[in-house]
């Protein structure tokens, strides 16, 4: 059974960092493509961030490029987010799904998801 | 990129149909055959429905179909069942491991 359990959401201040933490299990760690999404609070989702099976292979939205990053460690089946100088608006719910991508880059969709964490920014 | 452009809400009675749209442009859902679609009860994970326009997961019931006609996609959900109230997300894929949703449409089973 595919397993991903979202950590380390925390109230902070804007301008301080946060790191999130997926915990996975019941899928092949390294060859699957990770990724991030956010639901700010009465808003839709957002994509964040993704990254491939390798970790070398790192896409990010526009409105956190530059501010968070994505990593991810084989040894620990964990993926990670590195939130730096927050803001306000990235207060939110944050989500980890696992990401299937056919060949060739021939489709992309989340096919299984962790319940979030949630992290709220404050001025 | 812009968000998709979903209507914010959508209603029916137990057994009826619904369709919920998904407005693109000629650069995402237009050009995609990659428009996946996601339920959220709130206060849990979202799951997927609908993958590649119009395949289903196994394990999602066949009442839940997906379609699409130049820029705009649609999810279908016949035989409404009271389980069904939830968020609904469109999602188109860009490639390059990049994502854009939709705004989100809340159901409401009455």
């Known amino acids: 059974e595919v397993q991903l359990l979202e950590s380390g959401g925390d109230l902070v201040q804007a301008g301080e960092s946060l790191r999130l933490s997926c915990a996975t299990s019941g899928f092949t760690f390294k060859n699957s493509v990770l990724s991030w999404v956010r639901q700010a609070p009465g808003k839709g989702l957002e994509w964040v961030s993704a990254?491939?099976?390798?970790?070398?292979?790192?896409q990010s939205a526009d409105s956190v490029q530059g501010r968070f990053t994505i990593s991810r460690d084989k040894s620990k089946n964990t993926l990670y987010l590195q939130m730096n100088n927050l803001r306000v608006e990235d207060t939110a719910v944050y989500y980890c799904a696992k990401v299937h991508v056919g060949y060739y880059d021939s489709s992309g969709y989340f096919d299984f998801w962790g319940p979030g964490t949630l992290v709220t920014v404050s001025s | 990129q812009s968000a998709l452009t979903q209507p914010r809400s959508v209603s029916g009675s137990p057994g009826q149909t619904v369709t919920i749209s998904c407005t693109g442009t000629?650069?995402?859902?237009?050009?995609?055959?990659?428009v996946s679609w996601y339920q959220h009860h709130p206060g849990k994970a979202p799951k997927l429905r609908i993958y590649?326009?119009?395949e289903r997961p196994s394990g999602v019931p066949d009442r839940f179909s997906g379609s699409k006609s130049g820029n705009t996609a649609f999810l279908t959900i016949s035989g409404l069942q009271t389980e069904d109230e939830a968020d609904y997300y469109c999602c188109s894929y860009g490639g390059s491991y990049t994502w854009v949703f939709g705004g989100g449409t809340k159901l409401t089973v009455l």
């Open positions: 990254v491939g099976g390798s970790g070398d292979n790192v």
């Open positions: 590649d326009v119009s």
């Open positions: 000629s650069t995402d859902v237009g050009d995609s055959n990659y």
